[in-house]
């Protein structure tokens, strides 16, 4: 299952990076710094929390991939992700603005020469490793969870777990204001119950991460 699992992984890894080669818009992160207006109410303050589908924390994406950051307004605006506000803030965006405000996002609160180790600095236990084995998660995210094999992929070690829950269950679902269409996704998360992937969220939660909440100055 795991030799399967990597070859599709692999596979999946080639069309995405061949595709987003042919269309990659070079993002101005100054540029992006001026569209961020609809980004902030969420994003730029700590430990703020979303209502939606259920209460938990708005993701870190100060310091995420630049790739993936556009990925996943992409995936919004496209209704493969399925979340209202996300969307429509995602309609609003040009391919350009996506660009821009992912590069701004991708060096907001970046430390130059700070680094995640390359392996776990916490050791999961024998049942999560036995779920993190399962789900192959290693083969995508990298061995740290902060290196992804693939920029368009996101880093998640740190992430708010009350995050990770929450979208690892929206590959689960096809409801229509929730869920997440992601073939590989989907065939991870549908393997796990709920407490798996609480637990797989929790685990992943503990890691080191240069992923942040960065203020903004209205913010402060």
Known sequence: MNKMLTTVFALAVASVTAVSTAQEIKGD?????????????CHGIKGYQASFPEVHKVPMISGQSAK????????????????????GIAESLSDQDMADVAAYYSASGVVEGATVAAEPTVKPSAQVQALLTKGNCVSCHGANFDKPIDPSYPKIAGQHADYLFVALKAYKTAHPLVGRSNAIMGGVAKQFSNAELKELAGYVHSLDTDLKTVPESRFR
Not at 29 to 41: E, L, N, R, S
Not at 68 to 87: C, E, F, N, Q
């Open 29 to 41: 992160a100054k540029a992006g710094q001026a569209k961020i207006d609809m980004c902030i109410g």
């Open 68 to 87: 993936y950051i556009v990925s996943a307004l992409g995936a919004y605006k496209a209704g493969d992700r399925r979340h209202p506000t996300m969307r």
